[in-house]
């Protein structure tokens, strides 16, 4: 048998050549494939979670918020996928994490920017500092630059409020927002909510009480605390239209829990009533400076549509069920109070 010539030893060397390198690539790609689609990235509990990113991340702050905020199977594979598809621009946001998402899926919505929409809710709010602590749980935004614009009187002034009445221009509701909203941009979509909610209807029923909104919405904040039944929120909010058309001071209690610092007071004592404040409405006539509360539309509205009658007083019922017995004359009021008073003795209920 004869030897392989020159060119047949040639050929062999290339065919194997070629089947090396078409292994080589074969694997490349295989592992190209592995890298980018294989599961990698869960949510830490439940079927569902999110990333947050930040303003001014880093791309090294990406990994580790990734390594904080998600269960990575691979940091290593992510990295060079992220290198592959070029992942240098972050984009601040909220992003959903699925079981089992690839490498590619997450870097390709973070490189979009795609965010998943936060709701934003709020309610049962009585202060401005829970205001900002309950928004800065569900967005960028942190509560100590939601406090200083609250309480910075040149930037609420640009949309008609001051630190006192801040809070009315926060309607309770729930908002579709994008999470990395900062504090400017909360108030800037809260007066579009603002401004939609004040339409052209509640602003007209508000000037013929007459009342500006805020004023509404202060008096609102009164009425809410004041009864925690909605049927009769516009019962009680004629009482108080009644006395301020009267000149009568409003004498509502919760305005003096407010001014102590303290909702929980069931029996109010004279040290109450003689509080220095200005939102003691048992010493000041009119309304207090602003808000107790965040107000809620339903109350908003029960003022607004307030309910037309004669009473001037009211009294928390003996049942202790949130309502309240109402009466046109001072003797009428005197006997429903005893009446509360007793069902406060009998309950051992002294403070």
Avoid at 94 to 105: A, D, L, P, V
Avoid at 137 to 150: E, G, R, Y
Avoid at 327 to 337: G, I, L, P, T
Wanted: with cysteine.
């Amino acid at each position: 048998m004869s030897e392989p010539n020159n060119n047949s030893k040639k050929i062999i060397k290339i065919s194997n050549f070629l089947k090396i390198s078409a292994i080589a690539v074969a694997l490349i790609f295989a592992y190209v494939l592995y890298i980018f689609f294989t599961p990698n990235i869960s949510p830490l509990k439940n079927d569902k979670g999110y990333l947050c990113i930040p303003d001014s991340s880093s791309y090294n702050d990406v990994i580790r918020l990734i390594n904080e905020q998600t269960d990575i199977t691979s940091t290593a594979t992510f990295k060079q996928v992220a290198v592959l598809l070029r992942y240098k621009k972050i984009r601040a946001g909220r992003y959903e994490i699925k079981q089992g998402m690839s490498n590619f899926s997450l870097i390709r919505i973070l490189r979009s920017g795609r965010q998943t929409p936060v709701r934003l809710t709020f309610n049962n709010i009585r202060t401005k500092e829970q205001l900002a602590a309950r928004l800065s749980t569900q967005l960028m935004a942190d509560s100590a630059s939601l406090i200083n614009l609250m309480n910075d009187t040149a930037y609420m002034a640009a949309y008609g409020l001051n630190p006192n009445t801040a809070v009315a221009l926060f309607i309770p509701d729930t908002y579709e927002v994008f999470w990395n909203l900062n504090a400017e941009g909360v108030f800037n979509r809260m007066k579009k909510e603002y401004d939609k909610f004040w339409n052209q209807e509640r602003k007209a029923k508000a000037k013929n009480i007459p009342l500006t909104p805020v004023e509404v919405c202060t008096l609102a904040s009164i009425v809410e605390e004041e009864t925690n039944s909605k049927a009769e929120r516009p019962m009680v909010a004629g009482l108080y239209i009644n006395r301020l058309k009267s000149d009568m001071p409003l004498q509502a209690d919760p305005t003096l829990k407010f001014a102590v610092g303290d909702f929980s007071i069931k029996r109010l004592k004279l040290e109450h009533i003689l509080k220095i404040s200005p939102y003691n409405t048992y010493r000041n006539h009119g309304l207090p400076p602003g808000p107790i509360r965040v107000a809620s539309a339903n109350a908003i509205d029960a003022v607004l549509n307030y309910a037309k009658h004669d009473y001037i007083y009211m009294c928390a019922k003996e049942t202790f069920n949130g309502e309240h017995n109402f009466a046109v004359s001072y003797a009428e009021h005197q006997n429903n109070a005893r009446k509360y008073q007793k069902a406060l003795d009998d309950r051992k209920i002294y403070k």
